[in-house]
């Protein structure tokens, strides 16, 4: 039987195991009874799981890892930096990222390593794993994701903020992890969140400002390529840079750098894990394929 009070760190589990396995054996088509055995689970329960997490089923999940299907993706979005409400208003609860409010610094601030800042941080279960979320008075500061070394994410954290004061403050941080992750999962809008969009509080150069303001111009369902980044933000020849600006990324998931793919169609890597990557955008197409 089907076990109902499974966490959701349990299914995230679940789901990327079963990702990496089909990754593994895509060019031979593996069939949903042998997937589902490489995680322990019944034909029956595992359809179930994955096709009630993901949003699409398994099969259509294996058809999404094809490079032929990415590079439809990408002709899908050939002008997608310039259609973020493409969708419409009754899809602001889904794409609420591109209503975040970014805050650049001065160079002076950008130098002190946080000086004189207050950083509230915890850690947090999401439908794709652990997450250490980090915030200051002016926004949030910093994301990614946690695999087994929690230690090793929060020395990352204080390596970009060494110069600012630390509190573990779960409390403050588990409505922004709500508000982040529910619109994701459920596609409802609210349109309260309009007066009180989310602030971020980006350090970073000119140069990766405007990488990463683009990447959140991607809709939600889209993805697009590190030359499209270039051209969009008129350094066309800026390619290798881009893709450090998109690598260098401080805040995983809101600003979308898993929405970057390789021209050729191939997914390529991710800070936080490949299959973590597929994980995220198959949500993301499950979600947009039920509008």
Not at 119 to 126: A, D, N, R
Not at 258 to 287: C, D, P, Q, T
Request: proline share 4%.
């Amino acid at each position: 039987m089907e076990n109902k009070n499974l966490e959701p760190l349990q299914y995230y589990t679940l789901i990327e195991q079963a990702i990496q396995y089909i990754e593994a054996n895509v060019q031979r088509q593996p069939e949903l009874e042998e997937i589902a055995s490489s995680v322990g689970l019944s034909e029956y329960h595992f359809q179930r799981i994955f096709t009630r997490w993901a949003g699409i089923s398994p099969k259509r999940f294996l058809q999404f890892l094809t490079k032929e299907h990415a590079k439809g993706l990408l002709n899908e979005s050939k002008n997608l930096l310039d259609t973020t409400h493409r969708i419409g208003l009754s899809s602001l609860g889904r794409l609420h990222d591109l209503f975040v409010n970014t805050e650049a610094v001065t160079p002076g601030e950008y130098k002190s390593h946080g000086m004189g800042v207050d950083i509230h941080y915890g850690i947090h279960l999401t439908p794709f794993g652990k997450c250490l979320i980090a915030t200051t008075e002016r926004g949030i500061c910093h994301m990614s994701f946690v695999d087994n070394n929690e230690g090793k994410a929060i020395d990352n954290l204080v390596e970009h903020w060494s110069q600012a004061k630390m509190i573990e403050d779960y409390k403050s941080t588990a409505p922004l992890v709500t508000r982040i992750f529910s619109d994701r999962q459920t596609g409802s809008a609210n349109f309260d969140r309009l007066n009180s969009p989310l602030q971020l509080h980006l350090r970073g150069t000119n140069f990766q400002i405007k990488v990463w303001e683009a990447l959140l111009n991607i809709p939600t369902g889209a993805v697009t390529t590190y030359e499209q980044i270039a051209s969009k933000i008129g350094n066309p020849r800026a390619v290798r840079a881009v893709g450090s600006a998109v690598g260098d990324n401080p805040i995983a998931y809101l600003i979308p750098c898993h929405r970057v793919i390789r021209k050729s169609g191939e997914f390529g890597n991710y800070m936080w894990g490949s299959a973590r990557k597929k994980a995220i955008l198959v949500k993301e197409y499950g979600v947009m394929s039920q509008t």
